[in-house]
């Protein structure tokens, strides 16, 4: 038996304000191209079960360009005949009553089966039971529900468990709502054949569990996550659970450096290549206050031409920025910048930037003053 997992490809999710040809937002576009790579791969591997745990949209209230590709591309799925089951994640699952659960809109497909009531549900067919939890805003609940969970088993046939969580604190994405997996419960895990996860971003096997798995989401919902690799799995059952990760096509994340303790010679030094299109990462360091105006965002942004985004990140000298709490409760910020400012340059450049510095942040707190 094989059974496709994919997992957390959180369709309608967009970032950068950056538009395609087809005036859509360039990441939401790649989000949609992950998915139709998967689709098309399910066509040529034609598993026995598809099973996707959870945040198949990112918003519980998805635009309509969002659901109208999810509705798609279902169609087509249900169109192969192979059973789908899909649980509800947190970023899928409405905060309160007043919201109708967005997987609701594939009840009517013949071979996609939904959890998205925050309750345990099982799905069961002649070889194979499916013991679905899906997130649950309530984590309170979360016990019995395993507990419905134990009781379903079935010894004669194969048993694959599929939650939305993180199995350990290791597995926490900072997100609101996200649930942990009651480490008590964890010995349940051994009497299944195979679980599935989602949540985690990242692909790969949990701990000491040789038939635990997160299969990952299928593009990066944020620049810290630097994984190149996004993709699925392909589990195949018998004798002995073989796990298989298939690698998708996505958007390549490139990482620089530029050491400011001698700028010029590591800009110099940089090695700058297969950039189209992707997104890059440049962290400046060793940066002292006035190397950091000098050095313009558009003037790093030229040195990676041809990238889709480049992302800036400064870091500071500790020593320039080390002076001690007193410092700052006894200066306004503006004193405190100019301070640091004045150790750093000769007194003609210093009354050429404290005037451009004193007009920066009175423009600050004009605005500052209008907001509030």
Not at 158 to 175: K, P, R, T
Not at 183 to 207: I, N, Q
Not at 258 to 280: G, P, T
């Amino acid at each position: 038996m094989r059974i496709l997992h994919f997992s957390d490809t959180h369709l309608g999710f967009n970032d950068l304000d950056v538009l395609n040809e087809q005036n859509i937002n360039q990441r939401e576009a790649d989000f949609y191209d992950a998915f139709l790579q998967v689709v098309e791969r399910i066509r040529v591997i034609k598993p026995d079960y598809i099973i996707h745990t959870g945040d198949l949209f990112h918003r519980s209230s998805p635009s309509n360009r969002a659901i109208t590709f999810a509705l798609e591309q279902f169609r087509i799925i249900d169109s192969l005949g192979i059973p789908c089951i899909m649980i509800a994640g947190n970023h899928s699952t409405p905060r309160t009553n007043l919201s109708s659960p967005i997987l609701k809109i594939f009840e009517g497909f013949e071979n996609i089966h939904v959890a998205y009531t925050q309750v345990y549900e099982k799905f069961e067919f002649d070889e194979v039971i499916f013991h679905a939890i899906p997130h649950m805003n309530d984590e309170t609940k979360a016990y019995e529900q395993i507990e419905l969970c134990e009781e379903n088993i079935h010894a004669s046939k194969y048993n694959i468990m599929m939650l939305h969580c993180s199995v350990g604190a290791h597995y926490l994405m900072a997100e609101f709502g996200e649930w942990v997996y009651p480490r008590e419960k964890e010995s349940l895990f051994g009497r299944m054949d195979y679980v599935a996860l989602g949540h985690w971003h990242g692909f790969g096997k949990v701990g000491k569990h040789e038939n635990v798995y997160y299969a990952g989401s299928t593009e990066r919902t944020s620049l810290n996550d630097k994984r190149n690799s996004k993709g699925f799995v392909v589990v195949k059952l018998g004798k002995a659970l073989h796990v298989e990760y298939h690698e998708i096509n996505i958007r390549p994340i490139k990482s620089y450096e530029i050491d400011c303790e001698d700028y010029e010679k590591a800009v110099k030094a940089l090695r700058v290549k297969d950039i189209k299109d992707a997104l890059v990462d440049v962290k400046l360091t060793n940066l002292t206050p006035l190397q950091s105006m000098n050095i313009s965002t558009s003037e790093i942004k030229k040195l990676f031409s041809g990238a889709l985004h480049v992302n800036i990140k400064r870091e500071f000298k500790k020593s320039e920025l080390s002076q001690g709490l007193d410092d700052v409760q006894a200066l306004s910020l503006e004193e405190y910048f100019l301070e640091h400012i004045k150790e750093d340059s000769q007194p003609q450049e210093f009354e050429r930037l404290k005037g451009k510095i004193q007009e920066l942040f009175s423009t600050y707190e004009e605005v500052n003053d209008d907001i509030n």
